[in-house]
């Protein structure tokens, strides 16, 4: 028995009968969206601080319920994570991704790197053949596009991750770390990974410019960065003193909402070609 009263463990079990079945709704709800198209791409622009100019984008899944309306990924990522349908819905979020590059490549856009995340359960051998093909596809020039991993991912054995980094970096293709500082990751891998950029996490930007703690770790991430001869970037930039002590401290690029929130393709597009 698991002790209290009768009545406690009754209330108990039936909660988690409740949330359990809540999960199974949103599992076969998520499985339903990948078939039904409900999931689309919302695109964040990426700045340079020193030139002012757009060089990138982050896409970043929402799903469009048909009764809930947009949930947001914190609700379904980790869900999709959990049962493996992560594997899936990454696919559909690389190959929407490419499409889209390949619509603004094909308009004549000059080029900038869009970004797609990818979990740690999708960092397999799979995934750079995966890219290959898609950037093949859609006959994408491979500068277009940029995978952003987190360190969950590097957790794992490190010679098969560093392997199959190197087979996607050989296609052109970027690799930037995110959520740095927020995971497990150790310095003396962090010189032997091929990553092109290092990405602070939003809790760290948070804290800019009155948190010592988060001004001395922002501080150091962009020195490590820039001694490793990797670009950064904040994200979760939300105000110009953040920008400002980003800029002194040498970061080389910036993210969040003081910009842009991230925007359906439409309104980025008008966004783009009014020069932001
Ligand atoms: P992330 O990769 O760290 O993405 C940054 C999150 O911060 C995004 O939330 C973005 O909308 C939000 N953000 C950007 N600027 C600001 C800001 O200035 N202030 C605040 N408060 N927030 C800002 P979002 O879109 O809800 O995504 C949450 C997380 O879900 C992402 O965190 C990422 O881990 C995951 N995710 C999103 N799309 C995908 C995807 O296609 N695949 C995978 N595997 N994960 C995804
Ligand atoms: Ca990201
Ligand atoms: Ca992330
Ligand atoms: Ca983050």
């Known amino acids: 028995k698991l002790g209290g009263d009768g ?47 757009m060089v990138g984008a982050e896409a970043l899944v929402r799903w469009m319920h048909p009764q809930r309306g947009l949930v947001p990924p914190a609700e379904f990522i980790p869900l999709a994570e ?5 594997v899936q819905l990454g696919e559909w979020v690389l190959e929407a991704a490419c499409a889209q590059a390949a619509r603004w490549q094909a308009a004549g856009l000059p080029p900038f790197r869009l970004a797609v995340n990818v979990s740690a359960r999708e960092f397999s051998p799979a995934l750079p053949v ?7 596809r859609y006959q994408l020039d491979p500068s277009w596009l940029e995978l952003e991993i987190t360190e969950s991912t590097l957790m794992h054995d490190i010679e098969r991750v560093i392997a199959i980094m190197d087979r996607i970096t050989a296609l052109g293709v970027s690799l930037s770390l995110d959520d740095f500082g927020t995971g497990y990751s150790s310095l003396s ?81 008008e966004q783009l070609r009014a020069g932001w």
């Open 82 to 86: 959990a049962t493996g349908l992560i």
């Open 189 to 269: 891998y962090l010189k032997r990974f091929p990553i092109d950029t290092l990405k602070i996490d939003r809790s760290f930007t948070t804290g800019l410019p009155f948190d010592g703690n988060d001004c001395a770790i922002a501080s150091t991430i962009i020195s490590i960065g820039r001694q490793l001869r990797h670009k950064v970037i904040a994200e979760g930039v939300e105000t110009l003193q953040q920008l400002e002590f980003l800029r002194d401290a040498g970061c080389d690029e910036v993210q969040g909402y003081l910009f842009s929130r991230p925007l359906p393709a439409a309104d980025f597009e």
């Open 7 to 53: 009545d406690s463990v009754t209330f108990y079990s039936h909660d988690m009968n409740q949330g359990m079945q809540e999960r199974m709704r949103l599992e076969s709800g998520l499985r339903q969206a990948l078939a039904d198209g409900e999931l689309l791409l919302h695109y964040q622009p990426k700045f340079e601080i020193s030139t002012h100019s």
């Open 130 to 136: 995966r890219v290959s093909e898609t950037l093949a």
